[in-house]
């Protein structure tokens, strides 16, 4: 029988195993968030009615509004026991493009324990969301939706079912129905005294509380730069308060180094200025990273390190508040401190080309490997992938690759499209070809289509590589074929098999037929589709 025969009965025998309760999707609890108690109780107060709750944080980048979120989401668990969830919309994210309203039901989903097959079928966002609400339907869930664009972004992922909340953080003010609108300010100067102390420990500054004001006054009352601050103070336990005072003054006496771009943060241009060397190339190399946070592994490739010493340089610069870790081992850099960080001079010319250029094949590297592992179906199809990474990982059995390309999804998306823009093209188009079946298997069509498109520029100029460009031609048919769009897999797939018969490689002849009688049987033309597959059957 068809597939989407067959489809039904298996989503439901699989549903049927499922007999463990969805994972929390959260990341770990922040550190103790302090002088924001009137948030937290208003955000409490939202869990008491039964009827959809939506609380809208706003408020200044570095203000605290995901440690907020996710300090209240942490608290509420026992509240909301069936899902817990937290999706990344990188709306303001320097390093990335914003999350697609379909990518983010995509990754709800797989969240909520919806299987694959589901997902993968639901191709459009009112299909998704569908099925959002339905996984959500008699549950009390809580869901996080972090750093969102606007209003339009999250439409979609607000649950509609009595009982359940929404937590949105966003730098601008929400209207959608919201049952508390909370808009972050900077810390009272009783909160950042409270915040100080307890970073460094009270007994240093029990009898300085002016000094202490004038610490955090100059941090604007922003938590991410008092943290910064304290970090550096309690590293250096021979300072004094006014030494400190007197450093936070002085900033603009600093060599240029510490003041780049016309940063006026004393707290940022004061940590970096306090960093080693091997601290501040490190520092700055993250600043540029194409994507939106890195591992030990990518970060020993990116700065040519041993994993120990990377592990070590990285763990500085999270002690110093200069990165955060919001899962073990992945590191990334707060909206503020990116914007410093990649303002900084680069040093050697090639310095960041080639750190980045290590980056890259690390991750085509492991992505191949990665695929090989996940979809061993695929092996003889994969491009040939000549480029090595002394730090590249091996996998040994299919769920460990396909949990690291889930968790490098966002930074493999920002790779491809910065190899591209730096001329890396044939790491760019084998990196977006070897994704495609990932995207497929986890229903990522837009991902799936816009990667592969720019595989397809990239490769469709003179001396390109022909048999890459007739691959990837293949793959957006399917992709296009899967959007329910089948003139335009059929306009592809021709193309595609022009250049295999150019080539004379009689199995991607053979293979490239078949799929135009796909194409065709899905259309109802079978008699066109037994005349493909006659002709495939003769190759």
């Known amino acids: 029988p068809p597939r989407s025969t067959l489809f039904p009965y ?40 039964d009827t959809p709750r939506l609380v809208w944080i706003s408020g200044a980048p570095g203000v605290g509004k995901t440690a907020l979120a996710l300090s209240a989401a942490h608290r509420l668990r026992d509240e909301y026991p069936d899902h817990q969830i937290m999706i990344e919309l990188n709306g303001f994210d320097p390093k990335t493009r914003p999350t697609t309203p379909l990518d983010a039901l995509g990754t709800a989903l797989d969240l909520l324990g919806v299987p694959p097959e589901q997902i993968e079928n639901a191709t459009t966002v ?48 929400g209207g959608l129905g919201v049952s508390e609108n909370i808009r972050l300010e900077p810390l009272s100067r009783d909160a950042g005294r409270v915040l100080f102390q307890h970073l460094v420990g009270t007994a240093r500054v029990r009898h300085e509380l002016a000094m ?89 490739a990116l700065a040519q390190l041993t994993p120990p010493a990377a592990r070590a340089l990285l763990e500085d610069l999270d002690t110093a508040s200069l990165l955060t870790e919001p899962v073990a081992e992945r590191y990334r850099m707060l909206d503020p401190i990116t914007a410093y960080a990649a303002a900084v001079p680069e040093g050697a010319p090639t310095e960041v080309a080639d750190a980045l250029d290590r980056l890259l094949d690390f991750q085509l590297v492991t992505t191949a490997a990665a695929m090989r592992a996940a979809f061993p179906i695929d092996r003889d199809r994969q491009p040939k992938v000549t480029r090595t990474s002394p730090t590249a990982v091996t996998f040994t059995d299919a769920d460990t690759a396909r949990d690291w390309l889930a968790t490098e999804r966002a930074n493999l998306a920002a790779a491809i499209r910065d190899a591209a823009d730096r001329g890396r093209t044939e790491r760019a188009w084998q990196l977006a070809l070897l994704l495609w079946r990932w995207h497929y298997a986890r229903g990522h069509g837009q991902d799936w289509i816009d990667e592969l498109e720019l595989a397809r520029t990239l490769l469709d100029e003179p001396g390109g590589d022909r048999h890459g460009l007739a691959t990837v031609l293949s793959r957006l048919s399917s992709a296009r074929w899967q959007a329910g769009r089948p003139a335009e897999a059929l306009e592809l797939a021709a193309r595609a098999l022009s250049i295999w018969r150019e080539r004379g ?17 899905s259309d109802g033309d079978h008699v066109a589709a037994i005349a493909h597959f006659r002709e495939a059957l003769a190759c």
Not at 233 to 256: N, Q, S
Not at 505 to 521: C, F, K, R, S, T
Request: net charge negative.
């Open 126 to 173: 009112a299909k998704r969301a569908c099925l959002y609400q339905s996984a959500l339907a008699g549950t009390r869930s809580l869901v996080l939706l972090d750093n969102a664009e606007s209003e339009d972004q999250v439409r979609d992922l607000l649950p509609n079912t009595p009982g359940c909340l929404a937590i949105v953080t966003c730098r601008y003010v």
């Open 212 to 300: 202490v004001d004038e610490v955090t006054a100059r941090c604007g009352g922003l938590p991410v730069e008092i943290k910064m601050v304290a970090a550096r103070f309690h590293l250096h336990r021979t300072w004094t308060l006014d030494h400190l005072v007197r450093l936070l003054r002085d900033v603009d006496a600093w060599p240029a180094e510490s003041r780049f771009g016309g940063a006026t943060s004393a707290a940022l241009a004061m940590s970096y200025h306090h960093l080693t060397d091997p601290q501040r190339r490190l520092f700055r190399l993250l600043g540029l990273l194409p994507g939106p946070d890195i591992g030990v592994l990518g970060t020993a």
């Open 505 to 521: 490689d009689v199995g991607g002849e053979a293979q490239e037929l078949a799929a135009i009688a796909l194409v065709n049987l």
């Open 10 to 49: 298996t989503t439901l025998f699989r549903s049927a195993q499922r007999t463990e309760p969805a994972a929390v999707g959260l990341p770990a609890q922040p550190d103790r968030v302090l002088g924001r108690d009137d948030e937290l109780a208003l955000i409490r107060e939202a869990t008491t009615a």
